[in-house]
């Protein structure tokens, strides 16, 4: 079993350079299936989702090249119809933009539901709502979704989603790009990486307007053709050690970044008393001696991102008097803080509020990462801690940070990935989905 080993108490110091977007590469993967030509991607990161996605093209055809570390080339011009392997998809949630890019491109689409999720119940009923709009049939069945395009072509129409979803935003525009006549989608969600797929779908030929607003325009067009796209710096992870200087009392330099996307999480850090000053494209965090307590409460785009929401848990244990923290996206955010609980933490949950006495000295102890956000909070916590920290179930953190360890490592942390002899390991059950 691979564990991090932390030993905590050292500032991170130094520059860290930030990888493409998690969440916009997943989507751009699966939209490329859209593409008869060759689709050049650049700034692809290096993590376990971007690869299980990019098996699943291949295996229904495409032709997947790495041209070097981050660029790679997807040709789907021969791909063809099949069922998408169910082993793969039900591992992986952005999984579901196959449901779109599958009934664009082929008219038909039959994918796995897809699979359990970390925090609360996470339905696709507005992407199964905005696909039926779009004139699919489509229907659940033993843990399968079956979507067939009326007529074998999607039509265009306007949707209103019930909800701010990310996941239904991006999929109903993969799906519209094909399409005849024009798609409008209402109550949009905003998130830089629907920007990011919109621009390279229109790269490729697509028209689609007004992504990063509530109404997304998509004029379908016959074909797309092959181009090159590099795909946004990741929020999430700027985000992530951002909040791991401030919490360390170290100064990072947060390289290849879009400071406009990192505001939600500059402006809180700012509150807690830390330091960040913005440039071009990187921003310079210093944490402050003595942390101050803030309210933090979870919104889409461009309010605070609830992926950012454990690891600023974990630094609030460290800030002076009691802060409050409010999950506004999931019912189930909050099962790190048993966790920060076993290294010290006092924090109170009800519901979708958790309260956090701070100022608390962390020690040590064996953790989980419960998801990929969660163990990023943990990793946090551990390097503030006094003593050894180890955290298990690693693999959902690098399903989502490229060399979590390597580039925490040059910043000084003292971090390992250690191999541990296998104890009763329960296997692929534990692994369910994510993202
Ligand atoms: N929702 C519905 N019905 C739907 C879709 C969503 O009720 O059909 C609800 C969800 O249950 C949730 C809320 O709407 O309460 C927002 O969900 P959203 O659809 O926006 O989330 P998602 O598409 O499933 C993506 C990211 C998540 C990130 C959220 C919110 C991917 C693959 N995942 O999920 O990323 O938390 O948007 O920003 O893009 C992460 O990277 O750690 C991660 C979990």
């Known amino acids: 079993m691979d564990k991090y080993v932390i030993h905590g108490g050292t500032a991170l110091h130094g520059e860290v350079e930030i990888s493409g977007a998690k969440n916009a590469a997943v989507a751009i993967i699966p939209a490329a299936l859209l593409v008869e030509g060759v689709c050049r991607i650049e700034n692809i990161p290096q993590i376990s989702d971007t690869d299980m996605l990019l098996t699943i093209l291949a295996e229904l055809g495409a032709r ?14 021969d ?26 491109r082929f008219g038909s689409a039959k994918t796995t539901m897809p699979g359990g999720c970390n925090f609360g119940v996470r339905p696709i009923d507005q992407h199964i709502k905005g696909m039926t709009a779009l004139g699919a049939d489509v229907s659940v069945k033993n843990g399968f979704v079956y979507a067939d395009a009326l007529g074998g072509r999607l039509h265009g129409a306007r949707i209103y989603l019930d909800k701010v979803s990310v996941g239904a935003t991006m999929n109903i525009m993969i799906a519209a790009v094909l399409a005849s006549g024009r798609t409008i989608i209402e109550n949009a969600a905003r998130e830089p990486h629907i ?6 779908l229109n790269s490729m030929g697509a028209d689609v307007r007004g992504a990063g607003t509530d109404t997304i325009k998509v004029n379908g067009v016959e074909k797309l053709h092959g181009g090159s796209y590099s795909i946004i710096p990741d929020q999430i992870e700027a985000g992530t050690y951002m909040v791991a200087a401030a919490a360390t009392g170290g100064e990072v330099l947060v390289k290849n970044v879009i400071p406009k996307h990192l505001e939600c999480i500059s402006a809180k850090l700012r509150e807690t008393g830390t330091i960040v000053q913005e440039y071009e494209d990187s921003v310079l965090v210093k944490g402050a ?36 923290i409010t999950e506004g996206i999931y019912d189930n ?6 966790e920060l609980r076993k290294m010290g933490a006092e ?21 989980m990462a419960c998801d990929l956000r969660a163990g990023a909070a943990m990793v946090i916590a551990g390097m503030c801690a006094a003593g050894e920290t180890q955290v298990e179930d690693i693999h959902f953190i690098e399903r989502g940070y490229e060399n979590f360890v390597g580039k925490l490592r040059a910043l000084g942390a003292d971090i ?4 541990f002899p296998d104890e009763a390991e329960t296997g692929s059950d534990k692994i369910i989905a994510f993202g």
């Open 416 to 419: 390992s990935l250690v191999s």
């Open 289 to 324: 001696s003595n942390l101050r307590r803030v309210n933090v409460k979870t919104m889409p785009y461009p309010g605070f991102p609830t992926d950012m929401q454990p690891q600023m848990g974990a630094l609030l244990c460290l800030a002076n008097g009691t802060s409050v």
């Open 333 to 338: 955010r909050f099962k790190y803080v048993n």
């Open 347 to 367: 924090i109170q949950v009800d519901g979708r509020i958790a309260i956090i006495e701070g100022g608390r000295r962390l020690t040590g102890a064996p953790v």
């Open 64 to 77: 997947v090249s790495y041209i070097n570390r981050t660029t790679i080339e997807i040709d789907c011009t």
């Open 195 to 200: 920007v990011d797929l919109a621009n390279f």
């Open 79 to 104: 791909a063809r119809y099949q069922d998408a392997p169910y082993d793969l998809m039900r591992k992986i949630r952005a999984s579901y933009y196959l449901i779109g890019s599958m009934l664009g």
